[in-house]
């Protein structure tokens, strides 16, 4: 079999400016024409280039501020890279504790919305639209406004479509907090029989159980910078290294 | 640009797409009040009274069926207004579509004003019955009518635009909210809504280009009411004005609203 791309990064770049001063309104810049603002360059991603192939598991690692969630943004398409470039093979979707969903909109609006977002027709979503509420345990509050859901509830739709909906290449960021014991058994069922089939998955997580199981390969990231990116097993002791 | 619009548009669900968040995004509006399409018929009907009274009944303005000439000015720019100061913090409070995914923007953008252009379609449908039943000097309807389909979608585009250019501000400077609103309701004044239209066009006559409003609703009255062909010229006018301002919307939405998701 060919191997196919399904990310390919060359040479990314993010830096964030953030300006100290409340320089975000037209008043404020013309009174501070002259003044220079006082602001930061926080480096988060810095030069990486790499590529994940279709179908592959890969986990990343790091601690917290080392630049995972900004690195996932980008791969996902949310935010533009400052250099380099990236190609992406599908659609993507970013899951971390809720997906995009708009509280003025009841659960059947969200999950048509979110399935159309994910490049489904109408038809196909009609199609699975029962299995996503029962996935969720939400058939009483079909259409209840999710403002009105308890963050619990929230949580058990995003899952269920990203389940059912799916984008070719899933983000998942520490998804395996959602719900109780009953429900995380499920969302783990699932995510082995139709996840690690045939979807390209990149997962955060702090859990070294989870990243072994399931990764092919890993990357470990410090500083904004990729230290490393292979073997599973080696990136952990390169983690567990890092965290003593 | 044709090319564009067509690998925009073929082959995917993007239409589909475009049309539910547009029906959701209606139904938000209308729905969630207790007087639901009533009020969206209801409103332009209620701003034709007022401007009626004022203009008719006090300053007893001379215009021949002055009420169908306030009509048909008032919807065309009831939908600029709403498509502009309406979707200044669009990208805002349409964060969650675009946050989690790599979704075109564009959309968004599209799928509000497709929502806007269904209840233009409702008053514009109001004002034909208006028109034809109770507006009785003028004659019926005419097919030089349709001319109001291509000044439409002028207005369209030009709306878009501003949509754009707007919200990209939005992302650099939040009280654009507020600037907007004062210069629209200068704009509202400038406009020949409720002037007779030699009047308007003696006292200021540059107004009549520099204004891209103002050519829409001319046209509009000469299509609608006077059962003639539209100005070319101006028509022509207006819609290099429109693409313009939407070259400039589109360069401001891939350099500014690209970084949206980190900014807002």
Sequence with gaps: ?244 | MIKMITSFLVGSNKLERLWLLAKIEFKLRYYENNLGLLWALLKPLMDVAIYYIVFKTILKTDVPAFASYLFIGLILWNFFVESTSGTVQILQTKKYLYEYSNMNKMEIYLSTLLSNSIGFFFNLSMFVIFLNFIETDLVGLSLLNLWIVPLFVILFILSLALSLILSCIYVLAKDITQIWQVFTAALFFLSPIFYKLALFKESLPALTYINPIAGIIINARKVMMEKSLPDFGLLFFDLGYALLLLLIGLIMLNKIGARAAEKL
Aim: some cysteine.
């Design chain 1, 1 to 244: 079999m060919e191997k196919e791309f399904a990310i390919e990064a060359k040479n990314i770049s993010k830096t964030f400016h953030i300006s100290e001063d409340s320089h975000n309104t037209v008043k404020n810049r013309l009174f501070n024409i002259f003044k220079p603002s006082r602001s930061r360059y926080v480096p988060a991603v810095k030069n990486m280039s790499f590529e994940i192939l279709k179908g592959e598991c890969i986990g990343l690692l790091g601690r917290n501020g080392c630049g995972k969630s900004t690195l996932v943004k980008l791969l996902a398409g949310v935010y533009p890279s400052d250099s380099g470039q990236i190609r992406i093979n599908g659609s993507t979707m970013l899951m971390n504790l809720g997906v995009g969903m708009s509280h003025e909109l009841t659960a059947r609006e969200n999950v048509y919305v979110s399935g159309s977002v994910l490049g489904l027709r109408i038809k196909e979503i009609d199609a699975i639209f029962k299995e996503i509420i029962e996935f969720a345990e939400l058939e009483e509050f079909v259409d209840t406004k999710i403002k009105f859901f308890s963050s619990g509830m929230v949580a058990r739709l995003a899952f269920s479509i990203a389940v059912k909906a799916g984008a070719d290449i899933m983000f998942l960021d520490e998804i395996f907090a959602v719900g109780d014991v009953k429900f995380q058994d499920k969302a783990i069922k699932v995510f082995e029989s139709s996840w690690i089939e045939g979807k390209t998955v990149i997962l955060v997580s702090h859990s070294m159980e989870v990243i072994r199981q399931y990764c092919n390969r890993t990357a470990f990231l410090k500083h904004g910078e990729l230290v490393f990116y292979g073997d599973t097993e080696k990136a952990i002791e390169l983690y567990m290294e890092d965290n003593q």
